[in-house]
């Protein structure tokens, strides 16, 4: 058998100073649905997550809940770990930075980047901010009335930082760097992300300072423990550190270069600058792509621990439904642009598309099987052009599927396979076949096998966004488990006419409001 193709996935990793917010499950729930997409459609794929536990911000959060930083990170990092449990994320792996494992992947990437040459000791003097973990030049910067200064960008304090630091010569990197977006045009996405990016890198790179003096809470520079390592350097290094690095000949060597990172607009500079010059400097491979969704707002407002608004993804998942929740996001955001939460717009997504178009419409059909057909799989006569027209927009949808997957246009799948529903639907009401269980019940057994046959292609393709309420329609149709990957969509995996089916049971309920 052939071996399968690689797909490495990554999120960020979450600063665990607080509870995970609905921007952290967000982010996860886009990045699982692309690594379920991929395995169902034949990928070995590694799907990692975790979480960021070095920096001064974790300190100061802990310095005020009178916690150490360890502690802290061992607590809250368990909410992450459970956040992706309760989304049914599919995650292969759980980082933490505090691991041993990363310590020494670290330390081998300064090593090796020290060994290039390209790190030298010398003296930092400027603004930093501690929320933003990153160095600002005074021109980001808005001069306040008390004589404070904040990023103009994120609107964060800074401090001033006078301390001997260790530099990377990230200046040496600006052309390379720039050959490189050139060569490989699909690196940096969205393109307006890119767009951001070139620019800011044509405008020329400074060094970059990448170590600290003045707390202990971090990765010890090799050679000199008196310096720890930057957060920055020490974060991004974990998608390295995952896959077994520094050694060569893990079961998870295989899967670097990473095929994307997903992670949040605000930090791609971090992933398509700083990291790439660091991996060129260590001599390893660059990962093919990253990709920087958009921002989730509740009422127009960025969600943040220190804004203090955020939305508690537990209680959103238990109040609406996991798989409802994973849809609405994937659904009603284009994924790569910015996007509002409201109470009604996801009640608006549950009842319209899941509970009514697609859940009705799969009840219905399920229901009339079991009552006229004697709960088996209806066999099909000939077919009209209404049935082949249906069907083929449904064979069609896994090659829009593959397109769009490969732009990560989740919310173009979402759409490409509610078009179809919506087909679907205006075919059942008008072929009627309730009628035809007295007038036609040859023809009502195709009109049946064919809506049950377009359910099928829909939820085998809705697996990676909704896999709890798919897999129970896919229970529902009689397909068997090893019948649900994208192998098995089109005209090779029709439903057998015949197979005995379970009793249906409605998989999609209304949401109601809750009386006042
Ligand atoms: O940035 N909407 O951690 P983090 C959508 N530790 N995405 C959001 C968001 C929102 N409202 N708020 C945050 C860090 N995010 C670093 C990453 S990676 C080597 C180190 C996204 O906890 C954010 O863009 O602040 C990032 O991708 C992720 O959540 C973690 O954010």
């Given at each position: 058998?052939?071996?399968?193709?690689?797909?490495?996935?990554?999120?960020?990793?979450?600063?665990?100073?607080?509870?995970?917010?609905?921007?952290?499950?967000?982010?996860?729930?886009?990045?699982?649905?692309?690594?379920?997409?991929?395995?169902?459609?034949?990928?070995?794929?590694?799907?990692?997550?975790?979480?960021?536990?070095?920096?001064?911000?974790?300190?100061?959060?802990?310095?005020?809940?009178?916690?150490?930083?360890?502690?802290?990170?061992?607590?809250?990092?368990?909410?992450?770990?459970?956040?992706?449990?309760?989304?049914?994320?599919?995650?292969?792996?759980?980082?933490?930075?505090?691991?041993?494992?990363?310590?020494?992947?670290?330390?081998?990437?300064?090593?090796?980047?020290?060994?290039?040459?390209?790190?030298?000791?010398?003296?930092?003097?400027?603004?930093?901010?501690?929320?933003?973990?990153?160095?600002?030049?005074?021109?980001?910067?808005?001069?306040?009335?008390?004589?404070?200064?904040?990023?103009?960008?994120?609107?964060?304090?800074?401090?001033?930082?006078?301390?001997?630091?260790?530099?990377?010569?990230?200046?040496?990197?600006?052309?390379?760097?720039?050959?490189?977006?050139?060569?490989?045009?699909?690196?940096?996405?969205?393109?307006?992300?890119?767009?951001?990016?070139?620019?800011?890198?044509?405008?020329?790179?400074?060094?970059?300072?990448?170590?600290?003096?003045?707390?202990?809470?971090?990765?010890?520079?090799?050679?000199?423990?008196?310096?720890?390592?930057?957060?920055?350097?020490?974060?991004?290094?974990?998608?390295?550190?995952?896959?077994?690095?520094?050694?060569?000949?893990?079961?998870?060597?295989?899967?670097?270069?990473?095929?994307?990172?997903?992670?949040?607009k605000?930090?791609?500079?971090?992933?398509?600058?700083?990291?790439?010059?660091?991996?060129?400097?260590?001599?390893?491979?660059?990962?093919?792509?990253?990709?920087?969704h958009g921002f989730l707002f509740?009422?127009?407002?960025?969600?943040?621990?220190?804004?203090?608004?955020?939305?508690?993804?537990?209680?959103?998942?238990?109040?609406?439904?996991?798989?409802?929740?994973?849809?609405?996001?994937?659904?009603?955001v284009?994924?790569?642009q910015d996007g509002n939460?409201?109470?009604?717009?996801?009640?608006?997504?549950?009842?319209?598309?899941?509970?009514?178009?697609?859940?009705?419409?799969?009840?219905?059909?399920?229901?009339?099987?079991?009552?006229?057909?004697?709960?088996?799989?209806?066999?099909?006569?000939?077919?009209?052009?209404?049935?082949?027209?249906?069907?083929?927009?449904?064979?069609?949808?896994?090659?829009?599927?593959?397109?769009?997957?490969?732009?990560?246009?989740?919310?173009?799948?979402?759409?490409?396979?509610?078009?179809?529903?919506?087909?679907?639907?205006?075919?059942?009401?008008?072929?009627?076949?309730?009628?035809?269980?007295?007038?036609?019940?040859?023809?009502?057994?195709?009109?049946?096998?064919?809506?049950?046959?377009?359910?099928?292609?829909?939820?085998?393709?809705?697996?990676?966004?909704?896999?709890?309420?798919?897999?129970?329609?896919?229970?529902?149709?009689?397909?068997?488990?090893?019948?649900?990957?994208?192998?098995?969509?089109?005209?090779?995996?029709?439903?057998?006419?015949?197979?005995?089916?379970?009793?249906?049971?409605?998989?999609?309920?209304?949401?109601?409001?809750?009386?006042?």
């Amino acid at each position: 058998m052939a071996e399968k193709d690689t797909y490495y996935i990554t999120t960020a990793i979450s600063y665990p100073n607080g509870k995970p917010h609905i921007g952290h499950a967000y982010e996860l729930i886009a990045t699982d649905a692309i690594a379920r997409f991929k395995r169902l459609d034949g990928n070995d794929v590694f799907f990692l997550t975790g979480t960021d536990e070095h920096g001064q911000k974790m300190l100061q959060t802990a310095a005020k809940q009178g916690t150490t930083a360890q502690a802290l990170a061992d607590q809250n990092s368990e909410y992450f770990r459970e956040m992706a449990r309760v989304l049914n994320a599919s995650n292969d792996d759980f980082i933490r930075t505090s691991e041993e494992r990363h310590h020494r992947a670290c330390q081998e990437i300064w090593r090796r980047m020290e060994a290039a040459g390209d790190i030298y000791l010398s003296k930092y003097s400027g603004w930093y901010s501690v929320r933003d973990e990153a160095f600002f030049d005074e021109k980001d910067l808005a001069l306040n009335s008390d004589g404070s200064r904040t990023v103009i960008e994120t609107g964060a304090k800074v401090e001033w930082v006078e301390e001997e630091s260790y530099f990377f010569r990230l200046s040496a990197y600006q052309d390379r760097l720039l050959k490189h977006y050139e060569s490989h045009p699909g690196f940096i996405g969205p393109d307006e992300r890119r767009n951001e990016i070139l620019s800011f890198v044509r405008s020329g790179l400074r060094d970059l300072s990448i170590s600290r003096t003045t707390f202990d809470w971090g990765v010890p520079v090799p050679g000199n423990p008196k310096h720890v390592m930057y957060v920055w350097v020490d974060a991004l290094t974990n998608y390295l550190t995952a896959t077994g690095f520094p050694e060569a000949d893990t079961d998870r060597s295989k899967f670097w270069p990473a095929s994307v990172h997903i992670i949040g607009k605000d930090i791609v500079r971090f992933h398509t600058v700083y990291w790439p010059a660091f991996l060129m400097s260590a001599g390893l491979p660059l990962p093919h792509r990253v990709f920087g969704h958009g921002f989730l707002f509740n009422r127009g407002e960025k969600m943040s621990k220190s804004v203090g608004n955020v939305i508690d993804p537990f209680t959103l998942a238990e109040h609406y439904g996991v798989d409802q929740l994973r849809y609405f996001f994937l659904r009603e955001v284009p994924f790569g642009q910015d996007g509002n939460y409201s109470h009604e717009a996801i009640v608006n997504r549950i009842n319209a598309d899941l509970a009514n178009d697609f859940g009705n419409l799969a009840n219905r059909c399920l229901k009339m099987i079991a009552a006229n057909c004697g709960g088996k799989v209806p066999s099909p006569g000939d077919l009209l052009p209404s049935d082949e027209q249906l069907l083929k927009a449904a064979d069609n949808l896994v090659w829009q599927a593959r397109d769009a997957i490969f732009n990560f246009a989740l919310h173009t799948i979402l759409a490409d396979l509610w078009s179809v529903v919506g087909e679907a639907n205006r075919y059942f009401a008008a072929e009627e076949p309730w009628k035809l269980k007295t007038s036609n019940p040859a023809r009502m057994e195709t009109v049946l096998y064919v809506t049950a046959e377009v359910v099928r292609q829909v939820a085998i393709l809705a697996q990676p966004v909704i896999p709890a309420g798919a897999a129970r329609l896919l229970d529902q149709l009689g397909v068997s488990e090893d019948a649900r990957d994208f192998d098995h969509l089109g005209i090779d995996g029709r439903l057998s006419p015949d197979v005995e089916l379970p009793a249906p049971a409605a998989v999609f309920p209304r949401y109601v409001e809750a009386p006042d």
